[in-house]
């Protein structure tokens, strides 16, 4: 589960870094804005999801699973 939760984080990363190449050639400075938020959550929550994955990994390895 944890390899699939990581995947995600990368997936999740992939799309930010496209969202901001699309910032980047955007006139409007209102959608250049919302895309960089959109963007940074999208880091965010890759963040997230690899804390995740790596509690649930050192979970695992406790129990002996």
Not at 12 to 19: D, F, Q, S, V, Y
Not at 30 to 41: F, L, N, Q, S, W
Request: proline fraction near 0%.
């Amino acid at each position: 589960m944890a390899e699939q939760l990581l995947l995600l984080a990368d997936e999740l990363r992939t799309r930010a870094k496209e969202i901001l190449v699309l910032a980047v050639s955007t006139d409007d400075l209102e959608v250049r804005d919302m895309r960089r938020v959109i963007a940074a959550g999208y880091e965010k929550l890759a963040r997230r999801i690899e804390r995740r994955a790596r509690e649930a990994r050192e979970t695992r390895e406790a129990v002996g699973a």
